[in-house]
């Protein structure tokens, strides 16, 4: 929703506007006291975020594709952000390196990078991703994302030792992801649990791999994948509870 007056304010830019004005505000004059500058999505509305990504997509196409037009370098970033949101993972891989390679603009550059890292390890390649990740933390090194996206691609190439201290890591550090430009609060307060859960029950660390288990389930959620390897750690604890019995 935005509702502004229009009359006095106008929002450029194709995609992503901004909120311009052409007189001289005094503080009383700015949203939200002038009307209201409202950004609501409801994340679980998969088809409606669908249109949206579509829709802003046709506009990326048709203002600058099919124009010859060199779009400016921030659109180029939410370009590649509408093409990640579509699961067009090489095209949005080209136009978030394109975006890397001349931007100024370290907070943005973080999530850019941590973008090419999930798409990479989506598509198991996960020295790239590590090594987007690891340029993320070279820029934030305080901040959570980046670190729970490598202790990822580690957990996948089955190095629990790396994948557990990264996780670690991000978990130690969760609370400033709200220093990042844009945070998943689920990815970032979950991830990490099921990371570890994951890694401790391939250890054999049954206890801590159930501890985490269950902070995962309560924040994350869980897949097919660690609901099979939780059936195995169950019943190594219910065997060692009977050998501690006798």
């Given at each position: 929703?935005?509702?502004?007056?229009?009359?006095?304010?106008?929002?450029?830019?194709?995609?992503?506007?901004?909120?311009?004005?052409?007189?001289?505000?005094?503080?009383?004059?700015?949203?939200?006291?002038?009307?209201?500058?409202?950004?609501?999505?409801?994340?679980?509305?998969?088809?409606?975020?669908?249109?949206?990504?579509?829709?802003?997509?046709?506009?990326?196409?048709?203002?600058?594709?099919?124009?010859?037009?060199?779009?400016?370098?921030?659109?180029?970033?939410?370009?590649?952000?509408?093409?990640?949101?579509?699961?067009?993972?090489?095209?949005?891989?080209?136009?978030?390196?394109?975006?890397?390679?001349?931007?100024?603009?370290?907070?943005?550059?973080?999530?850019?990078?941590?973008?090419?890292?999930?798409?990479?390890?989506?598509?198991?390649?996960?020295?790239?991703?590590?090594?987007?990740?690891?340029?993320?933390?070279?820029?934030?090194?305080?901040?959570?994302?980046?670190?729970?996206?490598l202790a990822n691609s580690r957990m996948l190439r089955n190095?629990?030792?790396?994948?557990?201290?990264?996780?670690?890591?991000?978990?130690?550090?969760?609370?400033?992801?709200?220093?990042?430009?844009?945070?998943?609060?689920?990815?970032?307060?979950?991830?990490?649990?099921?990371?570890?859960?994951?890694?401790?029950?391939?250890?054999?660390?049954?206890?801590?791999?159930?501890?985490?288990?269950?902070?995962?389930?309560?924040?994350?959620?869980?897949?097919?994948?660690?609901?099979?390897?939780?059936?195995?750690?169950?019943?190594?604890?219910?065997?060692?509870?009977?050998?501690?019995?006798?």
């Amino acid at each position: 929703e935005r509702a502004v007056d229009r009359r006095r304010w106008e929002w450029r830019a194709r995609v992503h506007e901004c909120l311009c004005v052409q007189f001289t505000p005094n503080v009383g004059e700015v949203p939200p006291r002038v009307g209201r500058v409202i950004h609501r999505r409801d994340f679980s509305d998969k088809e409606r975020s669908r249109q949206s990504l579509e829709r802003n997509l046709t506009v990326f196409e048709e203002q600058f594709e099919k124009k010859g037009i060199e779009p400016e370098l921030r659109m180029q970033y939410y370009w590649a952000n509408t093409l990640f949101g579509l699961g067009r993972f090489s095209e949005a891989l080209q136009k978030y390196n394109a975006y890397i390679e001349k931007s100024d603009n370290p907070p943005e550059m973080y999530t850019a990078l941590c973008a090419c890292s999930e798409i990479s390890s989506l598509r198991a390649e996960f020295e790239k991703a590590e090594e987007y990740a690891t340029k993320a933390i070279a820029i934030a090194p305080h901040c959570p994302t980046a670190k729970v996206h490598l202790a990822n691609s580690r957990m996948l190439r089955n190095d629990w030792a790396g994948a557990l201290w990264f996780a670690q890591e991000a978990e130690r550090v969760k609370e400033n992801a709200t220093h990042e430009p844009v945070h998943n609060p689920k990815f970032v307060h979950g991830k990490p649990h099921y990371i570890m859960a994951y890694c401790y029950g391939n250890i054999g660390d049954y206890e801590k791999s159930l501890e985490h288990f269950n902070k995962c389930s309560e924040l994350y959620g869980v897949d097919e994948s660690l609901s099979s390897l939780m059936d195995r750690v169950k019943s190594e604890v219910r065997i060692k509870g009977l050998r501690d019995s006798f």
